[in-house]
């Protein structure tokens, strides 16, 4: 009897200890770099005829969809046990129209996760956009704004505008800014001022909707062609390498930093490696950091998604990742540079 009665007291005593147990949601947060996602379609008869039946690279329906095939399995492989639908938003770039984000999101490797459609027609010369998926169920949507870049004393400038997405994500207000800053096309010295006049854009964004309401998580998400450390996103951007030195709301964090010092990239150059495809956020996502209580999204981890299925797996790019085509030849393989990821986590009420 007596060790009958002291059973039932231990297991009254772990009700509140289970009654405690804490549990999370994370939500991914995902950029991509598709690699030239062109139609088949040629449309303005100079950059796009490359990606045509009878252009340079033969881009014909069978290679269209097999890249279709390729891009959409390397999404729905980008799950972890926190994460088992794949990510909530991902951010794209390098694609040439709405098209074939519609034909991306209904390819069976990821149509059963429904993911909507964020996109907007740029003035690129060669035709390129950003755009955004997300999946509904962790998503709303609330408004897009697009903003151009423009550079002073050169009116025939054209580049990608800056795409930035607000909705709900897991209840909380969240914009999202998609970039692919210009290329360093011409030399990395001589086209940095591009860059940094991209940076001051999706700077003057940032402070804008801080100002307008400065209780938002805020994301800049992209291909920047630049690192880290570069002036574009270290001086004017102002992104951050130490979460230490995130004080205000308006601080922006750049945890790709440190993987690019410890010799972590997304694409590689005659042996070297670049961080270019990089996810900031700004301090409302790095308040609960440290602790265990998460009662709005926090920032988990980053990621570089270098899995073994996107690398070149041998000759003297091994390692590096598996394009679409390499030297005119059609290789069958994802894109040129390696996903990125950051991991937000909240806690269950």
Same mark, same amino acid.
């Given at each position: 009897m007596r060790r009958i009665l002291f059973i039932a007291l231990m297991a009254l005593m772990l009700v509140p200890a289970l009654a405690q147990e804490r549990r999370y949601n994370v939500y991914g947060v995902m950029f991509y770099n598709l690699e030239n996602?062109?139609?088949?379609?040629?449309?303005?008869?100079?950059?796009?005829?490359?990606?045509?039946?009878?252009?340079?690279?033969? +881009?014909?329906?069978?290679?269209? +969809?097999?890249?279709?095939?390729?891009?959409?399995?390397?999404?729905?492989?980008?799950?972890?046990?926190?994460?088992?639908?794949?990510?909530?938003?991902?951010?794209v770039s390098e694609i040439e129209n709405i098209t074939v984000l519609q034909d991306l999101v209904k390819q069976p490797e990821i149509r059963a996760q429904?993911?909507?459609?964020?996109?907007?027609?740029s003035p690129d010369r060669r035709g390129v956009d950003v755009g955004l998926l997300y999946n509904p169920r962790f998503f709303r949507l609330l408004s897009v704004n697009n903003h151009r870049l423009t550079i002073e004393g050169n009116p025939n400038f054209r580049s990608r505008d800056q795409m930035c997405v607000t909705g709900m994500l897991a209840g909380e207000k969240v914009s999202v800014i998609v970039n692919h800053w210009p290329s360093r096309l011409g030399g990395e010295d001589q086209s940095s001022y591009l860059r940094e006049a991209a940076a001051a854009l999706s700077r003057h964004i940032v402070d804008s909707l801080l100002l307008d309401d400065p209780n938002q998580g805020i994301?800049?998400?992209?291909?920047?062609?630049?690192?880290p450390q570069n002036k574009s996103c270290d001086k004017v951007f102002m992104g951050k390498k130490n979460i230490e030195d995130v004080k205000e709301v308006s601080d922006m964090y750049n945890p790709f930093w440190k993987l690019l010092d410890k010799g972590i990239g997304t694409l590689?150059?005659?042996?070297?490696w670049n961080l270019f495809d990089q996810i900031m956020m700004n301090g409302y996502f790095t308040k609960y950091r440290e602790g265990k209580d998460k009662p709005q999204l926090t920032l988990l981890r980053a990621d570089v998604l270098n899995k073994e299925f996107l690398k070149t797996r041998e000759g003297d790019r091994q390692g590096y990742p598996l394009r679409t085509y390499s030297g005119g030849v059609f290789l069958n393989g994802y894109s040129d540079h390696f996903p990125t990821e950051i991991f937000l986590v909240k806690e269950v009420k």
């Open positions: 996602l062109f139609d088949t379609i040629n449309a303005n008869g100079t950059y796009d005829m490359e990606f045509s039946p009878n252009g340079a690279r033969q +881009w014909n329906n069978e290679k269209y +969809w097999q890249k279709q095939h390729n891009m959409a399995y390397a999404i729905s492989q980008m799950t972890d046990h926190g994460t088992t639908t794949g990510p909530a938003i991902i951010g429904h993911y909507q459609i964020v996109h907007h027609d994301i800049l998400m992209g291909d920047l062609n630049d690192d590689a150059y005659k042996g070297g």
